[in-house]
């Protein structure tokens, strides 16, 4: 089994920027990817961000082309994902998953380990 621990979300203001990490533990692989989803009060869960562990498939959902940034540091079996221009519709909870597959896709069910999440607050 993988552990995902997530960390770095926080309050800010409207245009700030916020890092989220999560830390990946146990029965990790090297043809694994990662992916970043939020969910917000009253919504469903939705796909932001993923890489595959090589860093060759990189995807973002189109809400968050050119402010966010997902990345891998394999040496640390950690992914980040650099949070910037926030706006107050990105606030959520954030939850990193991993997907057995080398190539992420963008689809919940593809993901079968979820950290606990944790809450971004953007304020306006």
């Known amino acids: 089994q993988v552990q995902l621990v997530e960390s770095g979300g926080g309050l800010v203001q409207t245009g700030g920027s916020l890092r989220l990490s999560c830390a990946a533990s146990?029965?990790?692989?090297?043809?694994?990817?990662v992916a970043w989803f939020r969910q917000a009060p009253g919504k469903e869960r939705e796909f932001v961000a993923a890489i595959s562990w090589s860093g060759a498939n990189i995807y973002y959902a189109d809400s968050v082309k050119g402010r966010f940034t997902i990345s891998s540091d394999n040496a640390e079996n950690t992914v980040y994902l650099q949070m910037n221009i926030l706006k107050p519709e990105d606030t959520a909870m954030y939850y990193c998953?991993?997907?057995?597959?080398?190539?992420?896709?963008?689809?919940?069910?593809?993901?079968?380990?979820w950290g606990q999440g944790t809450q971004v607050t953007v304020s306006s």
């Open positions: 998953a991993t997907n057995p597959r080398a190539v992420p896709g963008k689809g919940r069910a593809e993901y079968t380990a």
């Open positions: 146990g029965r990790t692989r090297a043809s694994y990817s």
